[in-house]
């Protein structure tokens, strides 16, 4: 399959089961609640290293906010809901608490419900104070009132959890870095007006695309060698001699239509770009089943066959 120019390689994607969430912060205006959720949301690229995979999924109007303030929701996304509940109680004391003017709300429906500030609420030693209001479907929901130097910290009590996958992802190869790198930021640009998707990564771009395993026994991953283009010639390599640059953007979403859609997006905002820009080929990362059982087919996503 080429498109624009740009050979598609058939191939897939492979994710992973994840337990995801959402929360709408919300602020004196769009600036402070900005700065509550890009606290909330560092140190989240990978659940390699960072335990939890976050970012901004969208800005709120007044309109979409239960408190008609402007706001963000961001995702939150863990391997089990033990992680994901301990990251999102963490971040929540630490970077919505502390922000001036910040609230944080449920962003998600769901039977299965985490903390979002019932345990937060002892931080107003005793002076706390609970109220219970209908959401829009009628049903009370509890708040807490945190009594704190600015003023007041609202949260509603709990969130909704629900199942999700991370690691969809598909690579742009290409004649050069700074083209690989346009080309990632014009699929970013496109991907990012798109609901329930994030991508983690600085950015939304990684450079040290991964494989599963290593030789040294206690990396659980390491650098995709196959794709690394200083390593052409000492390794079975999946690149052509003119491929010098490789990037990879990865997508977490709460479903498996959500990811492809997303990846469907951002290979056609690649592919508008044509071959004239240097790019060659887009791939995608597959461990022959290794590393979980979501395939995220590329011929499949943009309309071939599977």
């Keep these: 399959m080429k498109i624009n120019g740009i050979q598609i390689d058939d191939t897939y994607a492979e994710a992973f089961n994840m337990r995801g969430t959402r929360v709408l912060i919300t602020a004196q205006n769009l600036k402070w609640a900005y700065h509550a959720a890009n606290a909330m949301t560092g140190f989240a690229t990978s659940v390699i290293g960072c335990g939890v995979e976050a970012g901004i999924e969208r800005e709120l109007t007044e309109a979409q906010t239960p408190d008609g303030r402007p706001g963000v929701s961001i995702l939150m996304f863990a391997m089990g ?10 971040r929540m004391g630490q970077c919505v608490l502390t922000c001036p003017t910040a609230a944080a709300f449920s962003g998600i429906d769901s ?24 959401d829009a479907n009628g049903i009370n929901q509890r708040y807490w009132r945190i009594p704190v130097m600015d003023g007041e910290f609202i949260t509603q009590e709990t969130t909704g959890m629900v199942r999700a996958i991370g690691g969809g992802n598909f690579l742009v190869l290409g004649k050069s870095q700074p083209q690989v790198l346009a080309a990632c930021e014009a ?3 496109a991907m990012k007006k798109l609901p329930n998707i994030i991508m983690p990564f600085p950015g939304g771009v990684v450079r040290s695309g991964s494989k599963v395993g290593s ?21 079975k390599t999946a690149l ?27 290979i056609e905002a690649v592919c508008n770009l044509g071959a004239d820009a240097g790019i060659q080929r887009i791939s995608a990362g597959n461990y022959g089943g290794k590393l ?10 943009l309309g071939g066959s599977s």
């Excluded at 809901?81 to 963490?90: A, F, G, H, I, P």
């Excluded at 299965?112 to 005793?126: A, E, P």
């Design 81 to 90: 809901s033990k992680v994901l509940m301990q990251q999102l109680e963490t």
């Design 111 to 134: 039977e299965d419900q985490i903390s979002l500030g019932k345990n937060l609420r002892y931080f107003g030693d005793g002076y706390q104070i609970a109220k219970q209001l209908p």
């Design 187 to 189: 699929a970013i640009d």
């Design 215 to 235: 030789k040294y026994p206690k990396m659980f991953a390491s650098t995709n060698d196959a794709f690394c283009p200083t390593l052409k010639g000492a390794v």
């Design 240 to 266: 052509d001699l003119d491929i010098e640059s490789v990037m990879e953007i990865v997508i977490d979403g709460l479903t498996f239509e959500d990811i492809a859609f997303s990846m469907k997006v951002g």
């Design 292 to 301: 979980g059982p979501h395939l995220f087919k590329l011929h499949a996503i």
